[in-house]
């Protein structure tokens, strides 16, 4: 396994739109290892192939409470409810986090490592981190969302960067 060097913000790949993954080989495989120990090491709760700078649909989320590591091949949010307010940050944009609105639910499907289908239905931080990677598998970042450029903060170093709901409204 290898720690892998995260794109920051302007890097373009950050921009792209990543490709469905076609077949699982060993490839894929390894990369989602090395994006598992990138993500500890960094450390985050999320990242996406993207972020590591090859435009695919391959995400990894961990480091959250009660959560045991996984990994996403082709994600995609299929249903969402509620609306609640959060603060975010990104390894890609070090140093700043904003409040944007995020679901309060989420529901994710994709695949698994072995190719099987999977549904994820989520609530809170991991509800946040799934539509968060998934947005960044579709080339969008989380400051896309801010309502006003002034919901975007400096953090101090080793300040969280993702928090629980602020603030939770019903949609």
């Not at 500890?40 to 409470?65: E, K, M, S, Y």
């Not at 082709?74 to 959060?86: I, S």
């Not at 989420?106 to 239905?121: A, N, P, Q, S, Y």
Request: charged share 30%; glycine share 8%; hydrophobic share 40%.
């Amino acid at each position: 396994m290898a720690i892998l060097p995260i794109r920051t913000v302007p890097d373009p790949v950050l921009r792209e739109k990543g490709k469905r993954i076609r077949t699982i080989d060993n490839s894929i495989i390894k990369l989602a290892a090395d994006m598992l120990e990138t993500m500890h090491d960094a450390p985050g709760v999320g990242l996406t192939a993207c972020q590591v700078g090859i435009p695919i649909r391959l995400v990894v989320i961990g480091n959250i409470a009660d959560v045991e590591d996984f990994v996403l091949v082709n994600p995609e949010v299929v249903k969402t409810k509620g609306v609640r307010t959060v603060t975010e940050g990104c390894l890609s944009i070090p140093g700043y986090s904003g409040t944007i609105k995020r679901a309060e639910q989420v529901t994710v499907k994709g695949k698994d490592l072995e190719g099987r289908e999977i549904r994820i239905k989520a609530y809170d931080l991991l509800a946040q981190a799934l539509e968060h990677e998934i947005d960044h598998s579709n080339g969008i970042l989380y400051i896309d969302h801010l309502e006003n450029k002034s919901d975007l903060r400096k953090v101090k170093p080793g300040e969280e960067e993702m928090e629980d709901a602020e603030e939770v409204t019903e949609e």
